[in-house]
């Protein structure tokens, strides 16, 4: 066997080798793609801790991408009005924005299905879950794709608690005391409404409170303590009704025009979508700081008056639920009304059923537990 002498590299020769190694090994593998700016507008007004979340949610796309995408956020009404965001973003007026499928429900009412759902879901977690473990996510690309026809990308994100019933200038003690309020809201809540005997007006959230000092309308709800007080509602009613099922759970949505986002690099599709799941996270943590403490001071500083919706005026919205969810399935107008509604709606009810029976038996009762450690005794 024929053997060959191995000659050792001249010295020079190994040093420069070996640094040119190092030097790749602690280069990081940066992303050589051009970078992109988006426009990005809410359907919040400023000073909204809904707009804070949606800059939270830029800010971590901005982050994440590290600077070779980058979304620059505007206020409602920068570029559109709030309930125009969806035309927009479409039409590529606007690249993206943050809003609620419950704002578009005039163009198909299956769209409020995806933010603000009949009151069979345990509470907004079990809407994501939904939306992206139960078949949510293809219903809504069904909805937007092939019978809306509109040019967004679409993502849920960021639970949000029961809504109030709302404020009002004098308690709602009885369902009847809703027959013939004029009364803001939106998404499904106003087909709700209507059945109760309302006078629904639906108005983007910085249009509410000076509708309500004019006398425009008698009553109104908007979201949550921290929204409700920055936008001003304690200083033009004092009754603040909480609890109700009209918005039992409710989630937000990022858009983004379909050809802008489908012609990014796909790391960069990631990002904005894990980015939303991040902020999804990081909003059900703050919301519960800010909107205990908003809620406590409205009452203690500015003379609120906090009260509980009673229960026949729960169990009366309960039996409006039935009329408009039975209604609005039998709808045969078109495929993409009733029976498009209902595919919804049983697909939903189909995962209530499963996973509310999981966590109704499988979990202790939280009152209970806050019972013995902090109600007062004797």
Known sequence: MSTYPVQSPPRRGLLKATAVGAAVLATPQVSRA????????????????FHEFAQDYVSRVNRMAGGRLRLDL????????????????????????????????????????????????????????????????????ELVGEILKVNVVGFQTGPMPTQPLGWFKQPIERAEQIRGLKYRTVGLAADLFQEMGAAVVSLPGGEIVPALERGVIDGAE???????????FPDVA????????????????????????????????????????AASADMSWKLQDRYSRDLIAMAQTQGVQVRATPRPVLEAQLAAWNRVVERLEADNSSPANGPFFKKVCDSQREWCRRVATFFLRYEASSALSYNHFFARQG
Do not use: C
């Open 34 to 49: 051009q970078t992109a700016t988006l426009r990005f507008q809410s359907t919040w007004p400023q000073r909204d801790i």
């Open 74 to 141: 505007l206020a409602a009404g920068a570029v559109v009005p709030a309930f125009q965001l969806l035309d927009a973003v479409s039409a590529g007026t606007l690249d993206g924005g943050h809003g609620v499928s419950a704002y578009w429900f005039g163009k198909n009412k299956a769209f409020s299905l995806f933010g603000t759902s009949p009151p069979w879901f345990g509470d907004a977690n079990q809407l994501l879950g939904w939306y992206y473990y139960g078949g949510g996510e293809a219903l809504y690309n």
């Open 222 to 232: 908007f979201n949550n303590p921290s929204s409700d007080r920055i936008l001003g």
């Open 238 to 277: 004092k009754v603040y009704m909480i609890q109700s099922f009209h918005q039992r759970t409710e989630s937000f949505e990022v858009l983004f025009n379909k050809g802008k986002f489908e012609a990014l690099p796909e790391e960069h599709r990631y990002v904005i979508r894990h980015a939303s799941e």
